[in-house]
């Protein structure tokens, strides 16, 4: 293929809109935002998971306090009762005894009770503190994911104009090159590799492998508008004055 050289050198700058498009499109999918914001969402997450635990811990210490509580009510209300006829008198031996002993019994009962309400109320104020911590932990953690999404949506919004500059450069020198040879550059690039590259100091500036003396001597005899190829990874070598050929 024959393509005039000025022509051929486009291609150079073909492969820098190209180089620079998929830098834009590589820094647009790994924005360190991005990571932050997932990072800070784990984070909520776990808190979100402590606090439906305290949250659920709560309701059950404030059921079974509730449940003793009601317990010692009517243990005090039996109390009470007995304690009032204890005082009114008359009873007889046995059912004096035995009147003493069950408020002794209830006494006790009540006094076990009493600590366990106490434990439980223990228990509640550091499950509260757990709740608040989580909440606390899930406000801050939201801030921060939303000042990383502002912070993310202006380097977007950045990355996209830098994008949009870009391809506007490729069209614009996409449109001087030779269909022929605009064919070769994207078929080579639909490859996965570089289309073009800089023969220079030996090295395909694609590949930068460095070519061998035989090569070298064949594409200093071509003619200029000769369309040579990288016989190691089939980028179209271009030839400038920094060649040295």
């Known amino acids: ?113 009493e600590d366990e309400m106490l434990s439980l109320m223990e228990q509640q104020e550091a499950v509260e503190s757990e709740r608040t911590r989580a909440a606390a932990t899930i406000s801050h953690l939201e801030e921060k994911v939303a000042e990383a999404q502002v912070r993310r949506d202006k380097s977007l919004a950045t990355i996209d104009e830098d994008l949009s500059r870009a391809r506007e450069r490729r069209e614009s020198v996409e449109a001087e090159i030779d269909a022929p040879l605009l064919a070769v550059y994207d078929k080579q690039r639909a490859g996965g590799r570089i289309g073009a590259g800089l023969l220079r100091a030996r090295r395909c500036g694609a590949c930068r492998m460095e070519l061998d003396r035989g090569t070298i001597a064949t594409i200093s005899a071509a003619q200029s508008d000769e369309v040579i190829r990288c016989e190691e990874c089939g980028a179209v070598l271009v030839r400038t004055a920094e060649s040295g050929i």
Request: no cysteine.
């Open 1 to 113: 293929m024959k393509v005039d050289a000025a022509v051929q050198r486009l291609l150079l700058d073909l492969a820098d809109s190209d180089a620079e498009i998929n830098r834009l499109v590589h820094r647009r999918k790994t924005l360190p935002e991005d990571a932050e914001i997932a990072e800070h969402n784990s984070a909520i997450d776990a808190a979100r998971d402590d606090l439906v635990r305290a949250e659920i811990a709560a309701e059950d210490l404030g059921r079974e306090y509730r449940r003793i509580d009601s317990e010692v009510t009517g243990m005090a209300n039996r109390e009470a009762k007995d304690s009032a006829l204890l005082t009114a008198g008359g009873l007889a031996p046995k059912a004096l005894s035995e009147l003493q002993h069950e408020l002794a019994g209830l006494g006790r009962r009540r006094a076990v009770l």
